[in-house]
């Protein structure tokens, strides 16, 4: 069996292997129009290639994100109970996702919701520093990854959601039941 710091440097590895593959799904997504377009008629005059966009500043952002993460990691593996130690990042003013004692007390919940705030302020980031001119491609982008980083936020899913699990837990599962028959109705009235 391994040990703790060879689980952890193991579990960073995977994390950052993670991390990588979802940007690059990420860059996919965002390079690739939605629907086919036709194909256009070549120029009468040859077409200057765009420049190549500098990656320097991207590696950049890819290893300040694995930095802080590993950052994060270490805290929270370090953590002694009931110590709070001082987060990383915090919640933008005004975000009402993050307002549950348990987003900060309990380690799990604690490092969800760091792990989710560094992973979407890379993603705004890299939005902004992909070499893309203002305009609609520009604005598209930035809607896209906004679009993505709140979908991804841990207060969306049971399971990573304190205050669900909180309320299922003291209604004995009723909370669920009913959220279910709600939805269900809604599904019927369309």
Not at 143 to 159: G, H
């Amino acid at each position: 069996m391994s040990s703790p710091p060879d689980q952890a440097q193991e579990t960073l590895q995977r994390m950052m292997q993670l991390g990588q593959s979802l940007t690059e799904a990420y860059l996919g997504f965002l390079t690739k129009p939605p629907f086919p377009f036709p194909t256009p008629r070549a120029p009468a005059t040859p077409a200057v290639p765009p420049a190549m966009p500098n990656l320097d500043s991207l590696a950049k952002l890819q290893q300040e994100l694995l930095s802080q993460h590993a950052q994060l990691w270490q805290t929270v593996w370090q953590r002694k109970p009931d110590e709070k130690p001082e987060p990383l990042i915090e919640p933008p003013p005004g975000d009402r996702r993050f307002r549950a004692p348990e987003w900060e007390h309990l380690p799990l919940f604690d490092y969800l919701r760091q792990a989710y705030l560094l992973n979407a302020d890379f993603l705004t980031k890299l939005a902004e520093t992909i070499p893309i001119e203002e305009g609609p491609a520009k604005t598209r982008m930035r809607f896209a990854t906004r679009l993505l980083v709140e979908a991804m936020a841990p207060s969306n899913f049971p399971a990573t959601n304190p205050e669900f699990v909180k309320t299922a837990l003291a209604t004995k599962g009723e909370s669920i039941t009913g959220g279910l028959k709600n939805l269900l109705e809604d599904l019927q009235k369309g």
